[in-house]
């Protein structure tokens, strides 16, 4: 399943290894295993709401635990987990050093993921993956609500362990011929990121603590009854999970960058505003945590303060887009797979930014907030973009895992059912939303344009999960038959591609 | 890259390949079955807070006599429009229901409406959560859908005046409310089986307040829109009075000064139908349900009272009136 060089290694070897590469595909394979687990929980919500009442689920509880697992997965289990092996594999070939800074901590990064995933799944939490107080903490059951609790502190700390991990790799271990203005934009989007997760995540794991002594009875941060603000979690939440927000998307628009001049056969159009724009990104992450919150009675400044704040993501995130609609003007495009996704993901980054622009402004968020537009929205983000140019990666580095290639006509077909299917399932979602559809609900009135969204967006998830279903299985099937990938060029289009040798393993 | 380093490539072979996604699909199918099948196992306990704080009043133990075995057969009903919520047994609405101390009660409720709902024994009818005896068939998150009977055996264990009631929340305030009186029995239980229903009158809700009549063709009323502190109980107040009837001759004046003294808004009006906000006479409306008086402000309105008959003056934000804002206009 995985090129290797010189001798083949027992799978324990592999396993156990603190190699980069090793313990990137470890991740790799982590993160695909839990978007088909995931996936499946999706297929389940959208087959849920195929008709208004039980549809196949019986029990209302049953429908919110399957949602937070949903959710968590995909966040923590599915994009975490990606964006951490494309690192391992990457950013010490970008940045010319043998192995990451701390090879062992690295392993251990990956090995707590295991262990935080058992607690997830095992649990079913059922409080939503935002575990909002005082449904959390005074009748949520246990201990699936401690496991969801302890868990996802798990995942915290090897989130904290891989960005300290990249940091100094990348500012330390960088090969000192090579100054950081000159490295790839991707090592940009990680080194960025791993700032943004060492700041953002303490909060969260500060709250987590609060929320679990708040349930044993000890404490009542946000508990009212003791005096507590349930509000007070929000805060702590939001001002972890919206930075987190873009250290999901950043990485993803590195990799756009690591595709998108390759296959235009073009340099970066302007690679300085690219590394500015990804500096105001990291900032503004910070400063518009709750516009989440622009319904819990915020002070009308507090709100425009907000309001403004999420605004200016708009003109960093369009300096990213133009950058790229520059580099592909006039190149020689080679639409193969990665660019086709690559581009698809461009194209529904910039619909999910003009919702974003809609749910910020305070008069139209009070129509939106807690509707499925905000569904369709963030989905659009992070399944759009974010996933599609994630599929597209995993196609453009496949053949660097396994020294094979893939199809590139069952490739297509992926692109077209996940494609379309994304656009039909969220669009939708959006309408449903302006339609006065609730978020999180196990049921719905049965109004005929209700069910009829709802049946259209199904549908249109049913698509998706085909091709994801079809891209999976058939990577699978190309790592072990799949054609020899010629390990200089192997999409054919003259540019330099990663130098398998660096998979030799040294320790 | 020279030829030499190209032959160090090693490239699974499919069967070395296959193996690992077999050992994938293993653990995953494995993960995803012991997952699922256990998925209940743990979230079998409420939030340790509130395993503590039911240990903490620890009561001795009393000797309950036995009492004996009573069964009672209750529906769930609701009037067509769903204002109207109650108890039904034998024909009889939310009847008292009372037990000896002691006694083995079994309670066989169906859900006649096209609303969940869920029964509980409770202390405090505005609390569902105060559930006492075991006694809950369902609960809030978890009611008897349309249609459904379910049944509830339980042991009185401790003397009182209870309540029984719907535990969804809102339903036990739209009526969905009996007695449930556990009377202390010396030995062995005295009253006979089937006595302990009474009657009860069916709870009309025509409370002949304190009076408030006009003399001469003006009549000037001073009014209050008053809360009680958790909001669940809402009444007007004029002159200390809670909700006095208004009577006046046909072709009266009336003018009302209406202050709203609570936290929530409110409106008024006279209406013919006190389940209906939009069935308001005369004129007689100050604000409305999209526009009500906000807490604090005050307004009054003067109408002329010309068409006799048994009317209401109500609060017009909807649900209000239901809470007890509300009291008879009488034009004579």
């Given at each position: 399943m995985v090129l290797e060089v010189k001798k083949p290694r027992p799978l324990w070897e592999i396993l156990f290894s603190t190699h980069h590469t090793d313990v990137a595909l470890l991740y790799l394979i982590t993160s695909i295993v839990f978007i088909l687990m995931g996936g499946a929980l999706a297929m389940t919500i959208r087959t849920e709401l195929l008709t208004p009442g039980p549809t196949i689920m019986d029990d209302p509880a049953l429908f919110n635990r399957v949602f937070t697992v949903h959710a968590t997965t995909m966040l923590f289990l599915w994009i975490l987990p990606f964006i951490s092996a494309i690192g391992n594999y990457l950013i010490p070939i970008l940045v010319r050093y043998k192995d990451m800074a701390y090879p062992r901590v690295n392993a251990v990064a990956y090995w707590m993921i295991p262990p935080g995933a058992a607690l997830i799944w095992l649990g079913?939490?059922?409080?939503?993956?935002?575990?909002?107080p005082p449904y959390s903490i005074i009748s949520s059951p246990g201990p699936s609500a401690e496991m969801w609790i302890f868990g996802l502190k798990i995942l915290g700390i090897s989130s904290i362990l891989g960005a300290i991990n990249f940091i100094v790799t990348i500012l330390k271990c960088k090969h000192p011929d090579l100054p950081l203005m000159k490295t790839s934009l991707f090592v940009w989007s990680i080194l960025v990121t791993s700032f943004m997760t060492l700041v953002a995540i303490p909060p969260f794991a500060a709250a987590l603590i609060m929320l679990y002594t708040d349930r044993l009875g000890l404490s009542g941060f946000f508990d009212p009854n003791a005096g507590g603000d349930p509000i007070a979690y929000q805060h702590l939440f939001w001002f972890t999970f919206h930075p987190e927000v873009y250290i999901f998307l950043l990485p993803a628009v590195g990799m756009a960058y690591e595709i998108i001049p390759k296959f235009s056969r073009k340099p970066i159009f302007s690679y300085g505003s690219g590394v500015i724009a990804f500096g105001i990104l990291m900032i503004i992450g910070f400063m518009s945590w709750a516009h989440h919150m622009l319904a819990t009675g915020l002070s009308f400044a507090e709100k425009t303060v907000f309001m403004i704040g999420t605004l200016a993501a708009a003109p960093s995130s369009s300096m990213h887009i133009f950058n790229w609609i520059a580099t592909m003007w006039g190149g020689r495009l080679k639409l193969a797979a990665p660019l086709k996704f690559t581009i698809g993901g461009i194209m529904l980054f910039f619909s999910a930014g003009a919702g974003g622009v809609v749910n910020t402004t305070l008069p139209l968020d009070f129509i939106t907030h807690d509707t499925y537009w905000v569904v369709g929205h963030f989905h659009l983000m992070l399944m759009g973009t974010i996933s599609m140019i994630f599929f597209g990666f995993t196609y453009y580095i496949f053949p660097f895992v396994t020294g094979r290639m893939y199809n590139e006509k069952i490739a297509n077909v992926t692109f077209a059912l996940i494609f379309t299917g994304t656009i039909i399932v969220f669009t939708m979602h959006h309408i449903l939303g302006l339609l006065g559809m609730p978020r999180r609900i196990y049921d719905y009135i049965a109004d005929p344009d209700l069910i009829l969204g709802n049946q259209i967006a199904s549908i249109g998830a049913y698509l998706v999960g085909i091709g994801v279903a079809i891209l999976v299985a058939h990577l699978a099937i190309a790592a072990a038959r799949g054609k020899e990938a010629n390990m200089e060029d192997p999409f054919g289009i003259g540019e330099q591609y990663y130098d398998y040798r660096v998979k030799e393993p040294h320790h | 890259m020279t030829t030499e380093s190209k032959n160090l490539i090693i490239k699974s072979s499919g069967r070395r390949t296959a193996k690992g996604i077999a050992i994938i699909l293993i653990v995953m199918v494995v993960g995803a079955a012991i997952s699922l099948a256990y998925k209940d196992v743990w979230s079998k306990y409420p939030p340790l807070r509130v395993l503590n704080q039911k240990q903490q009043p620890q009561t001795p133990v009393e000797t309950i006599p036995t009492g004996e075995k009573r069964t009672f057969n209750l529906v769930f009903k609701e009037s067509e429009d769903f204002t109207q919520l109650w108890f039904e047994m034998d024909g009889v609405k939310n009847p008292d229901i009372e037990v000896s101390l002691g006694d083995e009660i079994t309670i066989n409720i169906v859900n006649s409406g096209l609303m969940p709902h869920a029964f509980g024994v409770v202390s405090d009818p505005n609390d569902v959560n105060s559930v006492i005896f075991n006694s809950a068939i369902g609960s809030a998150n978890k009611p008897l859908s349309p249609g459904m009977s379910e049944s509830a055996t339980f042991k009185v264990t401790k003397p009182g005046e209870y309540y029984y009631i719907c535990l969804v929340p809102g339903h036990a305030l739209q009526g969905m409310k009996g007695k449930f009186i556990v009377k202390e029995s010396k030995g062995s239980a005295v009253t006979t089986p089937g006595t302990g229903i009474e009657t009860s009158t069916p709870t009309s809700a025509e409370t002949s307040g304190p009076l408030i009549v006009a003399e001469g063709n003006t009549l000037t009323i001073d009014m209050q829109f008053k809360e009680s502190e958790d909001f669940a109980q809402l009444w007007f107040e004029s002159n200390g009075e809670k909700n006095p009837t208004i009577k006046v001759k046909a072709g009266t004046q009336v003018t009302i000064n209406i202050v709203n003294s609570g936290l929530m808004p409110h409106a008024f009006g006279v209406v013919s139908d006190p389940n209906d906000v939009n069935s308001v006479i005369f004129n007689s409306a100050i604000g409305s349900a999209n526009k009500p008086l906000l807490s604090n402000n005050s307004a009054s309105t003067t109408f002329t009272a010309d068409k006799p008959g048994e009317y209401y003056y109500i609060c017009l934000v909807p649900g209000h009136a239901l809470q007890g804002m509300k009291g008879k206009f009488i034009v004579e």
């Amino acid at each position: 399943m995985v090129l290797e060089v010189k001798k083949p290694r027992p799978l324990w070897e592999i396993l156990f290894s603190t190699h980069h590469t090793d313990v990137a595909l470890l991740y790799l394979i982590t993160s695909i295993v839990f978007i088909l687990m995931g996936g499946a929980l999706a297929m389940t919500i959208r087959t849920e709401l195929l008709t208004p009442g039980p549809t196949i689920m019986d029990d209302p509880a049953l429908f919110n635990r399957v949602f937070t697992v949903h959710a968590t997965t995909m966040l923590f289990l599915w994009i975490l987990p990606f964006i951490s092996a494309i690192g391992n594999y990457l950013i010490p070939i970008l940045v010319r050093y043998k192995d990451m800074a701390y090879p062992r901590v690295n392993a251990v990064a990956y090995w707590m993921i295991p262990p935080g995933a058992a607690l997830i799944w095992l649990g079913w939490f059922d409080g939503g993956w935002y575990a909002y107080p005082p449904y959390s903490i005074i009748s949520s059951p246990g201990p699936s609500a401690e496991m969801w609790i302890f868990g996802l502190k798990i995942l915290g700390i090897s989130s904290i362990l891989g960005a300290i991990n990249f940091i100094v790799t990348i500012l330390k271990c960088k090969h000192p011929d090579l100054p950081l203005m000159k490295t790839s934009l991707f090592v940009w989007s990680i080194l960025v990121t791993s700032f943004m997760t060492l700041v953002a995540i303490p909060p969260f794991a500060a709250a987590l603590i609060m929320l679990y002594t708040d349930r044993l009875g000890l404490s009542g941060f946000f508990d009212p009854n003791a005096g507590g603000d349930p509000i007070a979690y929000q805060h702590l939440f939001w001002f972890t999970f919206h930075p987190e927000v873009y250290i999901f998307l950043l990485p993803a628009v590195g990799m756009a960058y690591e595709i998108i001049p390759k296959f235009s056969r073009k340099p970066i159009f302007s690679y300085g505003s690219g590394v500015i724009a990804f500096g105001i990104l990291m900032i503004i992450g910070f400063m518009s945590w709750a516009h989440h919150m622009l319904a819990t009675g915020l002070s009308f400044a507090e709100k425009t303060v907000f309001m403004i704040g999420t605004l200016a993501a708009a003109p960093s995130s369009s300096m990213h887009i133009f950058n790229w609609i520059a580099t592909m003007w006039g190149g020689r495009l080679k639409l193969a797979a990665p660019l086709k996704f690559t581009i698809g993901g461009i194209m529904l980054f910039f619909s999910a930014g003009a919702g974003g622009v809609v749910n910020t402004t305070l008069p139209l968020d009070f129509i939106t907030h807690d509707t499925y537009w905000v569904v369709g929205h963030f989905h659009l983000m992070l399944m759009g973009t974010i996933s599609m140019i994630f599929f597209g990666f995993t196609y453009y580095i496949f053949p660097f895992v396994t020294g094979r290639m893939y199809n590139e006509k069952i490739a297509n077909v992926t692109f077209a059912l996940i494609f379309t299917g994304t656009i039909i399932v969220f669009t939708m979602h959006h309408i449903l939303g302006l339609l006065g559809m609730p978020r999180r609900i196990y049921d719905y009135i049965a109004d005929p344009d209700l069910i009829l969204g709802n049946q259209i967006a199904s549908i249109g998830a049913y698509l998706v999960g085909i091709g994801v279903a079809i891209l999976v299985a058939h990577l699978a099937i190309a790592a072990a038959r799949g054609k020899e990938a010629n390990m200089e060029d192997p999409f054919g289009i003259g540019e330099q591609y990663y130098d398998y040798r660096v998979k030799e393993p040294h320790h | 890259m020279t030829t030499e380093s190209k032959n160090l490539i090693i490239k699974s072979s499919g069967r070395r390949t296959a193996k690992g996604i077999a050992i994938i699909l293993i653990v995953m199918v494995v993960g995803a079955a012991i997952s699922l099948a256990y998925k209940d196992v743990w979230s079998k306990y409420p939030p340790l807070r509130v395993l503590n704080q039911k240990q903490q009043p620890q009561t001795p133990v009393e000797t309950i006599p036995t009492g004996e075995k009573r069964t009672f057969n209750l529906v769930f009903k609701e009037s067509e429009d769903f204002t109207q919520l109650w108890f039904e047994m034998d024909g009889v609405k939310n009847p008292d229901i009372e037990v000896s101390l002691g006694d083995e009660i079994t309670i066989n409720i169906v859900n006649s409406g096209l609303m969940p709902h869920a029964f509980g024994v409770v202390s405090d009818p505005n609390d569902v959560n105060s559930v006492i005896f075991n006694s809950a068939i369902g609960s809030a998150n978890k009611p008897l859908s349309p249609g459904m009977s379910e049944s509830a055996t339980f042991k009185v264990t401790k003397p009182g005046e209870y309540y029984y009631i719907c535990l969804v929340p809102g339903h036990a305030l739209q009526g969905m409310k009996g007695k449930f009186i556990v009377k202390e029995s010396k030995g062995s239980a005295v009253t006979t089986p089937g006595t302990g229903i009474e009657t009860s009158t069916p709870t009309s809700a025509e409370t002949s307040g304190p009076l408030i009549v006009a003399e001469g063709n003006t009549l000037t009323i001073d009014m209050q829109f008053k809360e009680s502190e958790d909001f669940a109980q809402l009444w007007f107040e004029s002159n200390g009075e809670k909700n006095p009837t208004i009577k006046v001759k046909a072709g009266t004046q009336v003018t009302i000064n209406i202050v709203n003294s609570g936290l929530m808004p409110h409106a008024f009006g006279v209406v013919s139908d006190p389940n209906d906000v939009n069935s308001v006479i005369f004129n007689s409306a100050i604000g409305s349900a999209n526009k009500p008086l906000l807490s604090n402000n005050s307004a009054s309105t003067t109408f002329t009272a010309d068409k006799p008959g048994e009317y209401y003056y109500i609060c017009l934000v909807p649900g209000h009136a239901l809470q007890g804002m509300k009291g008879k206009f009488i034009v004579e």
